[in-house]
């Protein structure tokens, strides 16, 4: 079966412009999940929505960022005036249940020149 | 505060050897932890999870030990293959809360000698 699958899987940008992330993530998954991961480092929590709502966006950094999930399924993470520092890899994920095993997709390599 | 950590950032071992890959986590209300493996270029694979009421959970060639008492996660890998070279991270997250975030450690990197 399909997994979680991002596009693009690379993006580059010219500081300032605004970005669009898409996630599809595996059919029947209500949990899903945006992460940025940094070279080095661990992946940092963003946004969850259980179905359509945003359960927890603690971890947007600013209002910058925002994230959108119309239909329970697919969706989009949106960075407006982008900056050189938003330069990360995004991962969607998403599972079953809130706590259940998350799948993660291979990620959107976003660098802000 | 919230921080999930691992004690050595990367560990080199003998194709075919055991390797223990070790996590510190600070929230003592943590009550589910999960075992991530990922390649160069690729997103976080899950290994194992365990949850707070076991200490110890044992997959294909992995197993996972929990320490509640000292916060400690550690991941065993049985005869480790060159297949198992990538970066592993814990994660931990609050079941008990509302929400579905996991908090990563920074990530243990696993370079498996021939």
């Known amino acids: 079966g399909a997994g979680v699958s991002q596009t693009p899987s690379n993006k580059v940008t010219e500081k300032g412009k605004y970005v669009e992330l898409r996630c599809d993530p595996i059919?029947?998954?209500?949990?899903l999940y945006w992460y940025r991961q940094s070279l080095g480092q661990g992946p940092e929590f963003l946004i969850y929505?259980?179905?359509?709502?945003?359960?927890?966006d603690s971890g947007l950094p600013n209002d910058r960022f925002f994230a959108v999930r119309p239909e329970g399924s697919v969706s989009t993470l949106k960075i407006q005036r982008t900056e050189r520092g938003d330069s990360a890899v995004y991962l969607c994920?998403?599972?079953?249940?809130?706590?259940?095993?998350?799948?993660f997709g291979q990620g959107t390599r976003l660098t802000v020149v | 505060g919230e921080s999930v950590g691992l004690h050595l950032p990367t560990l080199s071992v003998q194709e075919g050897d055991n390797s223990i890959i070790n996590c510190a986590y600070s929230?003592?209300?943590?009550?589910?932890f999960i075992w991530y493996k990922q390649e160069s270029g690729k997103g976080p694979q899950f290994i194992i999870d365990?949850?707070?009421?076991?200490d110890k959970r044992q997959g294909q060639r992995v197993t996972v030990l929990l320490n509640k008492t000292v916060k400690h996660l550690s991941l065993q890998i049985a005869a480790t293959q060159p297949g198992d070279s990538a970066v592993y991270f814990c994660?931990?997250?609050?079941?008990?809360?509302?929400?579905?975030?996991?908090?990563f450690g920074q990530g243990t990197t696993l370079q498996v000698k021939p």
């Open positions: 994660a931990e997250n609050m079941g008990s809360s509302n929400t579905g975030k996991l908090i």
């Open positions: 994920a998403s599972s079953l249940t809130r706590a259940g095993e998350a799948f």
């Open positions: 929230n003592s209300a943590s009550d589910y």
């Open positions: 365990i949850r707070s009421n076991m």
């Open positions: 929505f259980q179905g359509t709502g945003a359960a927890d």
């Open positions: 059919s029947g998954h209500t949990a």
